[in-house]
């Protein structure tokens, strides 16, 4: 009796770390899995000119215009996504599909009162993506700096 018991219990302890480890190896190759591990930076801290230039010129951040289109179209940062804050569940496919949730992103607006690019960072996060910052002056310091530019729609 007692055999039987041990041996029932092993098999439901193996059944239990091999549905585990399956589940977390599905997480990992999701496009839309949980993270495991926090970023360091909570999603919408700020980061400053010098920096965001710096993960531009390095490509190692896709950058996302929070504004509206009509504001992306007059000019944005170079590369940059148009995700408005007030379409982004309609956008929220195509950005799975286009942007690695490992993938650090860059939000920012007009920056000054605007908490726009704060929200679509929090919105992000809540939706996955592991490293969200914003453009702490927006995009008018960026275009002061005389940093690169662009006109049109989105690429």
Known sequence: ?????VRSLAGAVAIVLVGGALGVLANAVSSGGI???ASDAAPGTAIGLAAARQVHQAGG???VDARPRDD??????????NVPYGERARELGELRRELPRTRPLVAYC????????????????ANGWRDVK???????AWEAAGFPVTQGAAP
Request: aromatic share 14%; proline share 5%.
């Open 35 to 37: 993270p495991l591990i």
């Open 72 to 81: 992306y179209v007059a000019g944005h940062i170079e590369g940059a996504l």
């Open 134 to 140: 914003v453009l702490a002056d927006g995009y008018p």
């Open 61 to 63: 951040a896709a950058f």
């Open 1 to 5: 009796m007692r055999q039987r018991f």
């Open 110 to 125: 007009e920056g000054g009162s605007c908490t726009s690019a704060f929200e679509l960072s929090a919105w992000l996060a």
